[in-house]
């Protein structure tokens, strides 16, 4: 049971837009940023989002993030093939004196 | 580039030990806190350890906390995770992460990520 709850599965048709919700508490999302990571089949998690909403460079502007109170949001528009990959959230988590990761979540391009 | 190469995984028995390598390249090693991620096949991400630039800050998972040990060689440009005791619970994926340059504490933020190194533990 992971601290951060996402949902497990999403999908979209290509150029769609889609979202990804990251839900937590006060003790980890509520009181930290949040980041993002894309991990696409057989290799290693890279990171999307930092800092709730920031892009490292090379990140396309596809890809964004938001946070509101407990719960954070990636959002994906104009959906390619290549984004087909699981997205993880994570946050420090002040209870956990560590860093928490949600379940993951695996999204299709149909 | 920034590269990050984990080694010493294999299989072991549970109780035994077993010590990971993280070889660094490509970037000031000594400027950057470091982290071991894990990750059950199929499964999700789970924090393991981290270690501040200088050794002087390290932290732990609850579930490894007095059996893994972190630990870096700044002169060598080599991040380790000491594992003890091994139980079956601790097979999986071992990843070695940085953390972004002046990046003073131990928060989620990795910006750079090793392809994992395989650690199975089973009789």
């Known amino acids: 049971q992971s601290v951060l709850t996402q949902p497990p599965s999403a999908s979209g048709t290509p150029g769609q837009r889609v979202t990804i919700s990251c839900s937590g508490t006060?003790?980890?999302?509520?009181?930290?940023?949040v980041y993002w990571y894309q991990q696409l089949p057989g290799a290693a998690p890279k990171l999307l989002i930092y800092r709730n909403n920031q892009r490292p460079s090379g990140v396309p502007d596809r890809f964004s993030g938001s946070k509101s109170g407990t719960s954070a949001s990636l959002a994906i528009s104009g959906l390619r093939s290549q984004d087909e990959a699981d997205y993880y959230c994570?946050?420090?988590?002040?209870?956990?004196?560590?860093?928490?990761f949600g379940g993951g979540t695996k999204l299709t391009v149909l | 580039e920034v590269q990050l190469v984990e080694s010493g995984g294999g299989l072991v028995q549970p109780g035994r030990s077993l010590r990971l390598s993280c070889s660094a390249s490509g970037f000031t090693f000594d400027d950057h806190a470091m982290h071991w991620v894990r990750q059950v096949p199929g499964k999700g991400l789970e924090w393991v350890s981290s270690i501040s630039w200088n050794s002087e800050f390290k932290a732990y998972a609850d579930s490894v906390k007095g059996r893994l040990t972190i630990s870096r060689d700044n002169a060598k440009k080599t991040l380790y995770l000491q594992m003890n005791s091994l139980r079956v619970e601790d097979t999986a994926l071992y990843y070695c992460a940085r953390a972004p340059y002046g990046s003073g504490s131990f928060l989620p933020n990795f910006d750079s990520w090793g392809q994992g190194i395989l650690v199975t533990v089973s009789s």
């Open positions: 006060s003790s980890n999302v509520g009181s930290s940023n």
């Open positions: 994570a946050a420090w988590d002040a209870s956990l004196s560590g860093p928490v």
